[in-house]
């Protein structure tokens, strides 16, 4: 739950105070410019976003797939402020795509940040003098990013724990001032070979059965599998908050086997990884820039062996200079090779690169059997470049194992009066006489309108993921050693 | 079996501890570092020099900054000629590490110290792009070459101070922490090359007593001395013998009595086809942290001779009463964590350090191998030298080597035909080897299919081919 700023709270459920909606851009890339209050101000006609840790359509088992967050924002255009193609206006001074949009949420003047993100696309209207934008938070940015690094796991680049890995990416991406739990495991080896950032990121974080997503203020959240172990309600709804609920039992995902594939890596011994195919002629005084891609990534870098020529075949090795003396990331080399000299052609014959290469395996598969004397049921986690040990693929199994073992109950409360206040993740109490309901569940999707009313659908999945309570925290109230103390997680 | 070692997050503040997840991992860190504490180990291989003579000693070892200072214990008698310790440039030459121009004619040290230290981590600059550090000793009249390795642990973990548990206490994080911190100081200290075992067919035909092998150690407390041999052509009237002692390692005839006036723990005075000698050191009184050598030789009278004797294996194992005192907890999840299992995981690791005092210790010191002697103008004096062959428990994945011949399987537990004189029997697999010449051979062993850890396997010469010396190193 988000902090109130006053009487949100109390005004979701009352009924009677009047909704408040605020959209803010940041035209100039710096400040929060507010378009105008519905209540109050000229541009503001409506919005609606949606966000989600569990795909809907998949099920449990998707629980940690976040979608990335979505909002629609309808803005009135009578003075052409958000049309790029009218001179003089805002949008064409200044740009609209692209820029960072913030929408805020509640009543009675009172507001909380309910979603942060870009704006993607911009579909105006002549006659009725609209504009919609449609928004995405921010892990639309790294999807279009590609990155590279050097292999984490070895000596210099020492292994990491699964957070401390998405830390590293999300700082290659330029991400900041992220919000991430520390992760229950490590991940021997990691790079990256123009890899899409944002997926690299939730394959990390799925990797220990963690989930990775942008929360309603843009900030990039990483939660351990751990994360509702012994977290109390932060929210309590009945009957009287939404106008349907709709419980079910989870039967598709229902597991009484898991199987976790891992690939173990190793270090080679000092080999070629990287041999030029061609002759590469560079003129007088010119350079050539390449990227050398490696057949495998180096956990160590130890020498190349260059040959430099003219068409002759005479010496020009001393012609010849490298910008980068040594790989640029693991499995890559953006180089330059300059030539110096002043009227001969280099040809550079040989450049072969040498050193200890990381490969795989053969992959292994660990399963954690919950028969009983039930028909089997199989599930199969997907396979994670970053589960690499039997230790990472026991945790994972081990937890599905308890959460899959029986179908598990979600339910989805429909056209409840919005609630600005809930957060993904949050634990929500739900009551319901007919249907039986009593428990807590995790609140995994919020999707939200604000037009004439300010409602929304909240998507809920039981809460029980842990067979046990009062888990071992360290240096805390939950860390006391000894019978009748805390217990281990997995 | 370096992957086999679990890696494990730190803990802060706030973070759940799990079985699976960080208990258990401790665990099964603590049983990698147990077996590897544990497991055989084999030598330092002496070398007596007889007299001056240029190229006496090799011995070489990959360098690594963590461990830059080289130690160096010779004793020397000469009385005109100086010696000298070279190490091996990278302008392919060699250079002096350090002489000495005692001429006394009487037994001393080189260097002026039983326990001479250099810093190589000053020379690493100059050392060859294979990165090995290759010394050379030339003589300048007997000597005994006792020690040569390399230790320090620069930039290493430290050890940490563990806590005492509790039931009903918390621990902070950083307490919880040592028990990860112990795990990683030991697994860097286990992580050293190791050297195999010298063996093939020796004798000598001098009717006199003749070392033939000197094979120096660290006594860890727990062990027990395993020497495989067979013999052949022992006089049967029982004047002709094939000894096995353990003495101090700076043992020299000439000046030294040996320990408790000379006991013999293995006596083989008559044919045998292979047999396994086993040997308590811990009633030989020995002391836990101190060093010490095995030698082996041969007892010729006028009257009888003790044959030819081979030796299949020396080695160092458990002994076999030995039983672990901390084993180490399974947890499961929502299992309570009770201290006396933490502090178990302490008392475990404290067993294991390379502390004088813990049995068991894994000492971070990188011996030289020294290389095979080819002739008697390696200043081997007295017994035909038929060394051929180095045994070793495969344990770190990658081979270094020197010279040419093969790695080969144990066929039916008896070593290959070319040098067995019992049970001839052709080891089931082999590969043929050989370096480059200025750089040390390297092999993955990891690619050899038939070659498991734990497998005992040769490196061997073979007709017409030598290998001069050979290490398992866990890093390329």
């Known amino acids: 739950m988000r902090a109130d700023p006053g009487n949100i709270a109390t005004n979701a459920t009352a009924g009677a105070a009047t909704p408040y909606l605020k959209v803010e851009i940041q035209w100039n890339g710096v400040n929060w410019i507010d378009e105008g209050s519905?209540?109050?101000?000229?541009?503001?006609?409506?919005?609606?976003?949606?966000?989600?840790?569990?795909?809907?359509?998949?099920?449990?088992?998707?629980?940690?797939?976040?979608?990335?967050?979505?909002?629609?924002?309808?803005?009135?255009?009578?003075?052409?402020?958000?049309?790029?193609?009218?001179?003089?206006?805002?949008?064409?001074?200044?740009?609209?795509?692209?820029?960072?949009?913030?929408?805020?949420?509640?009543?009675?003047?009172?507001?909380?940040?309910?979603?942060?993100?870009?704006?993607?696309?911009?579909?105006?209207?002549?006659?009725?003098?609209?504009?919609?934008?449609?928004?995405?938070?921010?892990?639309?940015?790294?999807?279009?990013?590609?990155?590279?690094?050097?292999?984490?796991?070895?000596?210099?680049?020492?292994?990491?724990?699964?957070?401390?890995?998405?830390?590293?990416?999300?700082?290659?991406?330029?991400?900041?001032?992220?919000?991430?739990?520390?992760?229950?495991?490590?991940?021997?080896?990691?790079?990256?070979?123009?890899?899409?950032?944002?997926?690299?990121?939730?394959?990390?974080?799925?990797?220990?059965?963690?989930?990775?997503?942008?929360?309603?203020?843009?900030?990039?959240?990483?939660?351990?599998?751990?994360?509702?172990?012994?977290?109390?309600?932060?929210?309590?709804?009945?009957?009287?908050?939404?106008?349907?609920?709709?419980?079910?039992?989870?039967?598709?995902?229902?597991?009484?086997?898991?199987?976790?594939?891992?690939?173990?890596?190793?270090?080679?011994?000092?080999?070629?990884?990287?041999?030029?195919?061609?002759?590469?002629?560079?003129?007088?005084?010119?350079?050539?820039?390449?990227?050398?891609?490696?057949?495998?990534?180096?956990?160590?870098?130890?020498?190349?062996?260059?040959?430099?020529?003219?068409?002759?075949?005479?010496?020009?090795?001393?012609?010849?200079?490298?910008?980068?003396?040594?790989?640029?990331?693991?499995?890559?080399?953006?180089?330059?090779?300059?030539?110096?000299?002043?009227?001969?052609?280099?040809?550079?014959?040989?450049?072969?690169?040498?050193?200890?290469?990381?490969?795989?395996?053969?992959?292994?598969?660990?399963?954690?059997?919950?028969?009983?004397?039930?028909?089997?049921?199989?599930?199969?986690?997907?396979?994670?470049?970053?589960?690499?040990?039997?230790?990472?693929?026991?945790?994972?199994?081990?937890?599905?194992?308890?959460?899959?073992?029986?179908?598990?109950?979600?339910?989805?409360?429909?056209?409840?009066?919005?609630?600005?206040?809930?957060?993904?993740?949050?634990?929500?109490?739900?009551?319901?006489?007919?249907t039986g309901m009593a428990s807590d569940f995790i609140l995994t999707g919020i999707t939200w309108q604000w037009s004439d009313a300010y409602v929304m659908t909240a998507q809920l999945v039981k809460a029980d993921l842990y067979p046990h309570s009062g888990y071992f925290r360290a240096e805390t109230a939950a860390g006391v050693l000894g019978a009748g103390g805390n217990v281990a997680f997995y | 079996m370096l992957s086999a070692f679990p890696l494990v997050r730190t803990l802060y503040t706030g973070d759940l501890v799990g079985a699976d997840s960080w208990l258990n991992l401790l665990s099964k860190r603590n049983n990698w570092a147990y077996g590897v504490a544990h497991g055989p180990n084999r030598f330092f291989r002496q070398v007596y020099v007889g007299g001056m003579i240029s190229n006496a000693w090799f011995g070489e070892v990959r360098y690594r900054s963590e461990h830059p200072t080289l130690n160096f214990s010779a004793e020397i008698k000469q009385s005109a000629y100086t010696s000298y310790l070279y190490y091996w440039h990278k302008d392919q030459t060699w250079h002096e590490l350090d002489s000495d121009t005692d001429s006394s004619g009487a037994w001393a040290w080189f260097g002026g110290s039983q326990s001479m230290t250099y810093d190589i981590a000053a020379l690493s600059a100059n050392l060859p792009d294979d990165g090995m550090l290759r010394l050379k000793y030339n003589s300048g009249g007997e000597a005994y070459i006792y020690r040569?390795?390399?230790?320090?642990?620069?930039?290493?973990?430290?050890?940490?101070?563990?806590?005492?548990?509790?039931?009903?206490?918390?621990?902070?994080?950083?307490?919880?922490?040592?028990?990860?911190?112990?795990?990683?100081?030991?697994?860097?200290?286990?992580?050293?090359?190791?050297?195999?075992?010298?063996?093939?067919?020796?004798?000598?035909?001098?009717?006199?007593?003749?070392?033939?092998?000197?094979?120096?150690?660290?006594?860890?407390?727990?062990?027990?001395?395993?020497?495989?041999?067979?013999?052949?052509?022992?006089?049967?009237?029982?004047?002709?013998?094939?000894?096995?002692?353990?003495?101090?390692?700076?043992?020299?005839?000439?000046?030294?009595?040996?320990?408790?006036?000379?006991?013999?723990?293995?006596?083989?005075?008559?044919?045998?086809?292979?047999?396994?000698?086993?040997?308590?050191?811990?009633?030989?009184?020995?002391?836990?942290?101190?060093?010490?050598?095995?030698?082996?030789?041969?007892?010729?009278?006028?009257?009888?001779?003790?044959?030819?004797?081979?030796?299949?294996d020396v080695a160092l194992e458990d002994l076999a009463g030995v039983t672990r005192t901390d084993v180490p907890h399974v947890w499961a999840e929502g299992d309570e964590i009770l201290a006396a299992d933490l502090n178990a995981l302490a008392d475990d690791m404290t067993d294991m350090q390379d502390d004088a005092g813990s049995g068991s210790p894994i000492w971070p010191e990188h011996y030289l191998a020294s290389y095979q002697p080819a002739d008697e103008e390696r200043g081997i004096k007295g017994p035909f030298w038929g060394l051929k062959w180095i045994r070793f428990t495969h344990r770190w994945r990658f081979l270094r080597y020197r010279g040419s011949g093969r790695i080969c399987s144990i066929a039916n537990g008896v070593p290959p035909r070319e040098f067995s004189i019992t049970g001839e029997a052709a080891p089931t697999y082999q590969r043929n080897i050989t370096d480059t010449g200025q750089d040390e051979g390297l092999i993955d062993l990891d690619s050899l299919g038939w070659l498991a850890y734990g497998m005992d396997y040769y490196v061997q010469d073979t007709a017409g081919h030598l290998i001069l010396c050979a290490q398992e190193d866990y890093r390329a």
């Open chain 1, 38 to 434: 519905v209540s109050g101000a000229t541009y503001v006609l409506g919005a609606s976003g949606q966000s989600q840790i569990m795909d809907p359509a998949v099920g449990f088992t998707s629980l940690g797939t976040a979608l990335i967050g979505k909002a629609t924002v309808r803005l009135r255009n009578n003075t052409g402020r958000y049309s790029t193609s009218r001179a003089g206006s805002q949008a064409a001074t200044l740009g609209l795509w692209g820029k960072a949009i913030r929408i805020s949420a509640g009543y009675a003047g009172e507001s909380v940040v309910v979603f942060t993100g870009r704006v993607l696309d911009v579909q105006e209207a002549e006659a009725t003098e609209e504009v919609t934008l449609t928004c995405h938070d921010p892990g639309s940015d790294p999807r279009r990013q590609k990155i590279s690094s050097y292999v984490y796991g070895v000596a210099a680049y020492p292994a990491k724990a699964s957070h401390d890995w998405i830390d590293y990416v999300r700082s290659q991406l330029g991400i900041a001032s992220p919000s991430l739990e520390h992760g229950l495991m490590v991940i021997p080896y990691a790079w990256l070979d123009d890899d899409d950032g944002l997926s690299e990121m939730r394959t990390a974080a799925s990797s220990e059965g963690g989930i990775l997503f942008f929360d309603a203020d843009g900030l990039l959240t990483f939660w351990n599998a751990g994360h509702w172990a012994d977290v109390a309600a932060a929210d309590a709804i009945t009957v009287a908050s939404f106008a349907e609920l709709a419980p079910r039992r989870d039967w598709a995902n229902t597991y009484n086997i898991i199987g976790c594939q891992y690939a173990p890596r190793k270090e080679r011994g000092i080999e070629k990884v990287y041999s030029l195919k061609r002759t590469l002629p560079i003129g007088p005084g010119e350079t050539h820039s390449d990227v050398l891609n490696f057949q495998w990534p180096l956990a160590s870098f130890n020498y190349y062996d260059m040959t430099v020529c003219t068409a002759g075949g005479a010496d020009m090795s001393a012609s010849i200079t490298l910008d980068n003396a040594t790989p640029t990331a693991g499995q890559r080399w953006a180089i330059e090779f300059t030539n110096s000299h002043a009227y001969q052609t280099a040809y550079v014959t040989q450049f072969d690169v040498f050193g200890s290469a990381l490969d795989g395996r053969q992959a292994e598969t660990y399963l954690t059997t919950n028969l009983g004397t039930d028909q089997d049921r199989r599930y199969d986690v997907p396979r994670n470049a970053y589960v690499q040990t039997e230790e990472q693929a026991i945790v994972l199994t081990d937890m599905l194992a308890d959460r899959l073992a029986t179908p598990r109950l979600v339910a989805t409360a429909t056209n409840m009066r919005a609630n600005p206040l809930w957060q993904l993740g949050d634990i929500i109490t739900v009551t319901a006489a007919l």
């Open chain 2, 148 to 312: 040569a390795y390399m230790s320090g642990t620069v930039g290493m973990t430290a050890w940490p101070t563990f806590p005492t548990f509790a039931d009903a206490g918390i621990p902070t994080a950083a307490q919880m922490n040592t028990l990860r911190t112990g795990g990683e100081y030991l697994y860097e200290r286990a992580c050293h090359n190791l050297n195999g075992t010298t063996g093939g067919n020796v004798s000598h035909s001098n009717p006199s007593w003749a070392p033939l092998l000197r094979l120096a150690f660290r006594y860890s407390g727990t062990e027990q001395l395993r020497v495989t041999t067979s013999a052949e052509g022992v006089d049967g009237s029982g004047d002709g013998h094939n000894y096995v002692y353990v003495e101090a390692e700076d043992y020299n005839p000439d000046s030294d009595g040996r320990r408790g006036g000379g006991v013999i723990l293995v006596d083989v005075d008559a044919d045998e086809t292979e047999v396994t000698h086993t040997v308590d050191l811990s009633a030989q009184s020995l002391t836990v942290g101190a060093r010490y050598v095995v030698e082996i030789g041969q007892l010729n009278t006028l009257a009888a001779s003790a044959g030819y004797l081979t030796i299949h």
